[in-house]
């Protein structure tokens, strides 16, 4: 393969994507302060995608990996592969949380769950909640027109509590790539 066709500058990156991730998080912010919470919504999820990123950058540095160009571009520019990607960090460190303070390990409470719920592992789930987010992001911040129902849909139908815990999903995420970029500090 051509040395042009892998990336390269991972640590940069890293960083690029998290300095992104911030401002974007920043602004989401001053829009919920400001009462703007289908703005802030939108600016929150943008923030896990560039913090996915981050994640999935940091994981390849640790492994002394690259990406291809086509490898980076089928992840980086689909909402779906980042949301899917946030998904199994969150479950990496919510297990991680829960084997320490519980002992219970978490992975089988997990696939006792995704079992329940008709999925035949934790991909296939991570897809459809993932796939379920962006039905829900596209019914609720873009202007539509419904078919079957003959009208119009609002782009104004993110709540309070969406908006809110979107921004603490992207703060939390925020918090455990700073502890991930430490570990290649270390190296």
Known sequence: MAESSRMA????????????????LR???????NGKHVSSFLLSQLSLEE??????????????????????EDFA????????YIQRVVDELDADMVRRSTGIDYWQVLKKMYKGMGEKNLENHRKKVSEDLKKFRNTRLYTDYDFEERSWTDANQIDLAS??????????MLEYLDYRISELRKE
């Open 77 to 84: 520019y689909s909402h779906e592969e980042k949301l899917r």
């Open 9 to 24: 500058g991972i640590k940069e990156g890293i960083m690029f994507c998290k300095n992104n991730a911030e401002r974007l």
């Open 51 to 72: 913090e996915a990123k981050a994640f999935r950058l940091v994981q390849k540095q640790l492994k002394g990996k690259t990406f291809s160009k086509k490898e980076w």
């Open 163 to 172: 908006s809110l815990r979107s921004k603490i999903m992207a703060e939390r």
């Open 27 to 33: 602004d989401a912010h001053i829009l919920f302060e």
